[in-house]
């Protein structure tokens, strides 16, 4: 197959296919539609993507487009990283790609997907590794209610941002941040 310009230069310098430098979470997806797959791994320290290399089997598109991914995640704080929709990342990856073609679209979701994995990955692991006597809210950063009722007794703490400043729960995926409200709201209650 013949790329455009775009694909070809950033195939030719591809700068997260690799292999791990160290251990990390993975996530894997398959494009059914060519049977090629892209694999992430992500080194995450502190809450922070320190690396994001694949493989794949796929075609240039899906390398240019593992690639862009892995430029867009590196160096991001995980609450940065947070709402990131299918659509807006599709966009993203095909405005530094260019023109996607008909049938092409499913290497991008398929990178998309591999990488989402990789997150959710992480969270998993997050919540295995868990050991704690205490009530884990926060499964992105390990936060327990015990920390999160302690910033609450910061009278300036107001917002689940506030909570999320203080001690980061609230800003990975937003799956407990229902809950961070609601021991706000019965913070409020009780004064």
Do not use: W
Request: net charge negative; hydrophobic share 40%; aromatic share 6%.
């Amino acid at each position: 197959m013949v790329y455009p310009d775009s694909i070809n230069l950033l195939v030719a310098d591809l700068k997260h296919l690799s292999a791990p430098l160290s251990p990390g979470t993975a996530g894997q997806e398959v494009n059914f539609a060519c049977g090629s797959f892209v694999r992430y791994l992500l080194v995450i320290d502190d809450g922070t993507v320190v690396s994001a290399t694949f493989s794949s089997t796929g075609c240039g598109y899906m390398l240019a487009a593992a690639d862009v991914l892995g430029d867009l995640v590196t160096g991001q704080d995980l609450r940065q990283l947070h709402g990131l929709a299918d659509r807006l990342l599709h966009e993203y990856v095909a405005g530094r790609i260019g023109t996607v073609p008909t049938g092409r679209s499913e290497c991008i979701d398929a990178c998309i997907g591999a990488l989402r994995e990789a997150f959710a990955h992480f969270r998993r692991a997050q919540i295995e590794e868990f050991r704690g006597e205490k009530a884990l809210v926060c499964t992105c950063f390990g936060v327990t209610e015990e920390t999160i009722d302690k910033s609450l007794q910061n009278s300036a703490v107001q917002t689940v941002e506030d909570v999320t400043s203080l001690c980061r729960a609230g800003g990975g995926c937003g799956a407990c941040t229902m809950m961070i409200q609601e021991m706000l709201d019965n913070r409020f209650d009780m004064a």
